[in-house]
């Protein structure tokens, strides 16, 4: 690109310094700081993060997402039956994960010093 054509889109767009027609600066977001990745997960294995990233953002393999995006019937846990499978269900709820759930939560209790009620999922 050359000079006379870089500085012709510039005074188009409004840009010139002193056309009277300057964009105000984007003003600085601070929503990023409390928003900030977990350093865990971030510094994981990309398939790792990508589930994790996936359950918190609600968009695992769940009975509730295969049937919003129309890919299964029901909202039905495929397990227990349950009414509705959500992403907390086999992970705190679920009857059929019981074993593993004792397993995981014992895990997340012996290394954080939180049980499972204090953990939003």
Same mark, same amino acid.
């Given at each position: 690109?050359?000079?006379? $054509? ?18 105000? #600066? #984007?003003?600085?977001? =601070? ?13 994981? $294995? ?10 918190? !953002? ?10 919003? !995006?129309?890919?299964? #019937? ?15 269900? #086999? ?29 939003? =999922?």
């Amino acid at each position: 690109m050359n000079k006379q $054509s870089s500085g012709r889109s510039r005074r188009r767009s409004g840009w010139m310094p002193g056309s009277g027609l300057e964009v105000e #600066p #984007p003003r600085r977001c =601070i929503g990023w700081q409390k928003n900030r990745p977990d350093d865990t997960v971030a510094g994981s $294995s990309k398939k790792l993060a990508s589930r994790c990233y996936q359950l918190k !953002t609600s968009h695992c393999l769940t009975g509730l997402y295969l049937q919003w !995006t129309k890919n299964h #019937p029901a909202a039905q846990c495929w397990w227990c039956h349950c009414q509705m499978q959500t992403r907390k269900h #086999p992970s705190k709820v679920c009857r059929e994960w019981r074993d593993q759930q004792k397993v995981l939560w014992a895990e997340v209790l012996k290394e954080t010093g939180r049980w499972k009620s204090q953990w939003k =999922i």
